[in-house]
């Protein structure tokens, strides 16, 4: 009888033990990270093309230089791309208050962003991006198209 009652506390133990530590969890963290919602378009090179593909980055990420790799493709008669580096344009991350690069946003001729990446991406879903904004309906299902 001994040895059961000294099961039952160890198991009462145990669960009171278990109890506090999944209270003192703590939620994961948030995204906290800033992405404008409108750009004022003459800040920009090409402010009457009808669509502006902004790359904000830093020198110092190898993610940044990625993103840019796979966005500088994307200029064209109808999209304006611009990388916006804060070493070289910190007024600009400044404005918009960008805290996190890259960041990547699409945004058309008025300047409203109607997608936008934080972090990295592949070329095939920043392309998508592009196709779905320019011509809505045109992207497969299963691509990631920066939806807000």
Same mark, same amino acid.
């Given at each position: 009888? +001994?040895?059961?009652?000294?099961?039952?506390?160890?198991?009462?133990?145990?669960? #009171?033990?278990?109890?506090?530590?999944?209270?003192?969890?703590? =939620?994961?963290?948030?995204?906290?990270?800033? *992405? @404008?919602?409108?750009?004022?378009? =003459? +800040? /920009?090179?090409?402010?009457? #093309?009808?669509?502006?593909?902004?790359? /904000? &980055?830093? #020198? &110092?990420? +190898?993610?940044? $230089?990625?993103?840019?790799?796979?966005?500088?493709?994307? !200029?064209? !008669?109808?999209? =304006?791309? %611009? !990388?916006?580096?804060?070493?070289?344009?910190? #007024?600009?991350?400044?404005?918009?208050? *960008? +805290?996190? %690069?890259?960041?990547?946003? *699409?945004?058309?001729?008025?300047?409203? %962003?109607?997608? $936008? /990446?934080?972090?990295?991406?592949?070329?095939?879903?920043?392309?998508? =991006?592009?196709?779905? %904004?320019?011509?809505?309906?045109?992207? @497969?299902?299963?691509?990631? &198209?920066?939806?807000?």
């Amino acid at each position: 009888m +001994d040895r059961v009652l000294l099961v039952l506390g160890g198991i009462a133990i145990a669960g #009171a033990v278990a109890a506090v530590l999944g209270r003192s969890r703590s =939620a994961p963290a948030a995204n906290t990270h800033h *992405i @404008p919602v409108q750009l004022d378009r =003459a +800040d /920009f090179p090409r402010p009457t #093309a009808p669509w502006l593909v902004a790359a /904000f &980055t830093s #020198a &110092t990420c +190898d993610t940044c $230089a990625g993103v840019w790799e796979r966005a500088r493709h994307l !200029e064209s !008669e109808h999209v =304006a791309v %611009v !990388e916006i580096e804060v070493g070289a344009q910190k #007024a600009l991350h400044d404005r918009y208050r *960008i +805290d996190g %690069v890259p960041t990547l946003v *699409i945004c058309d001729a008025e300047g409203s %962003v109607k997608r $936008a /990446f934080l972090g990295p991406m592949t070329a095939t879903d920043l392309w998508a =991006a592009v196709a779905e %904004v320019r011509e809505p309906g045109s992207v @497969p299902p299963g691509c990631h &198209t920066g939806d807000l």
